[in-house]
């Protein structure tokens, strides 16, 4: 009998190479304690984080976590029921009501995480003999939604716009259309040239939907994302989003202006066949995304930040992700596995956490140091880390 594990031996393999050498596991470090949301004790030591999805810096907030607070005590740990039976509580009502304040938009359905709601919406609304027409750099949970449904699956080249048009141009006559695309691709934190994909689907009459969440919060002048950035956010019929990035605690939805959304709520099995958010996790959501409403000031901030390390980053030698800041993600480009998990822990050593990407996660099979800035890291905390990348860097030879 052939063991289904086989399957997995080339990265067992890869895996116990790279251990083998002493080098501390890349995948599976522990935060022993977390400060704040830069600061974290990691192997008993005070360590910068510049790999977390907090971009807003929501986690520690005061009335957050009183909200929190308050409603584990009024309605206990956990909802224990799916979003159409027991599970909608007064705050996921608050929560959705939340999202459509932040978004203008007409209609707001919360789910469990970002990952079902990519998987619910996209596999619902794109049937068989429909089309999905999506970037091929795009999220696992975009795939995962196409994957899940029956459509025809068509991926274009990376932020590609002629490819794009001449893609819808060959979908039969009368088709159903969805076009998927991302605000901001969280590998390299390079942004989508929204305005002219969303034109050029339009003009094919396709439905548009937009994962905004590694923009939410920080791009656009309302946090709204780069459609609201790029002045389109009209034209998009659906934005997906999470609360797991600038929100700070779990969780996705969709935000829409269609007529006919809620009927979404019946027939999309993510939402139906899984419990609802626990109840202190909505009232988390709901008052960080009220907060978030006024974050010009931390925007700007985060802004200045990502422009500082971007500049500080490419003045020391190192290769990026995108010629100048786009988002608060500043990907670092290693030349191979080995190169990038010696960086990661001489980084480690210094006192500062980074994400470690690789392949399949990452676009061109390459290995990646992913920066993500939040907007409680003071200018100082950016000259530190601005240090360590120096020190490191010459440590493992990545820079002269
Ligand atoms: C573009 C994108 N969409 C969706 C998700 C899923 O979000 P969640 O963590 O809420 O499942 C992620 C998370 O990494 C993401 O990067």
């Known amino acids: 009998m052939g063991d289904l594990f086989d399957k997995f031996q080339p990265l067992i393999d890869q895996r116990e190479a790279l251990l083998s050498t002493g080098l501390?596991?890349?995948f599976n470090l522990v935060m022993e304690a977390v400060l704040?949301?830069?600061v974290a004790i990691c192997n008993g030591k005070r360590t910068i984080l510049?790999?977390?999805y907090n971009y807003m810096g929501m986690?520690?907030?005061?009335?957050?976590i009183a909200a929190g607070k308050k409603a584990l005590d009024e309605y206990g740990s956990g909802t224990t029921g799916s979003r159409v039976l027991n599970g909608t509580y007064a705050?996921?009502?608050?929560?959705?009501?939340?999202l459509k304040d932040f978004y203008a938009m007409d209609h707001a359905m919360v789910f469990s995480t970002g990952y079902q709601a990519n998987l619910g919406i996209i596999s619902t609304i794109a049937g068989k003999d429909d089309y999905i027409v999506l970037d091929i750099d795009s999220h696992a949970s975009i795939y995962d939604g196409c994957a899940l449904g029956n459509a025809n699956i068509v991926p274009f080249r990376h932020n590609d716009v002629e490819a794009l048009e001449k893609r819808l141009k060959r979908i039969p006559e009368g088709a159903g259309k969805l076009v998927i695309l991302e605000g901001v691709y969280s590998m390299l934190g390079d942004r989508a040239p929204l305005k002219e994909m969303v034109a050029v689907s339009k003009a094919a009459g396709a439905m548009v939907l937009v994962d905004e969440a590694h923009s939410m919060g920080f791009i656009g002048e309302n946090g709204r994302g780069v459609a609201e950035d790029e002045g389109i956010i009209d034209d998009v019929d659906f934005i997906i989003g999470t609360f797991s990035k600038s929100v700070g605690t779990v969780g996705g939805f969709c935000v829409s202006n269609h007529p006919k959304f809620?009927?979404?709520r019946l027939v999309c099995r993510p939402y139906v066949f899984t419990a609802s958010l626990p109840p202190s996790v909505v009232a988390t959501a709901a008052t960080s995304i009220r907060k978030l409403m006024h974050g010009a000031a931390k925007r700007a901030h985060l802004?200045?930040?990502?422009?500082k390390l971007h500049a500080g980053l490419k003045a020391l030698g190192f290769t990026l992700g995108t010629d100048t800041p786009q988002s608060a993600i500043i990907a670092v480009i290693m030349p191979d596995l080995e190169k990038g998990a010696a960086m990661w822990?001489?980084?480690?050593?210094?006192?500062?956490y980074v994400n470690l990407a690789r392949p399949p996660a990452t676009p061109g099979n390459m290995t990646l140091l992913r920066c993500s800035l939040c907007a409680e890291h003071s200018g100082e905390q950016v000259d530190q880390i601005l240090g360590m990348f120096a020190a490191a860097g010459r440590a493992t030879n990545c820079i002269a």
């Not at 986690?59 to 957050?64: E, K, L, S």
């Open 59 to 64: 986690t520690f907030d005061p009335d957050v």
């Open 303 to 307: 802004w200045a930040n990502s422009q």
């Open 24 to 26: 501390t596991d890349p």
């Open 91 to 98: 705050g996921h009502k608050a929560c959705e009501e939340a």
């Open 262 to 264: 809620e009927i979404l």
């Open 36 to 38: 704040s949301p830069t």
């Open 345 to 352: 822990e001489a980084l480690l050593n210094e006192g500062l």
């Open 50 to 52: 510049l790999g977390t």
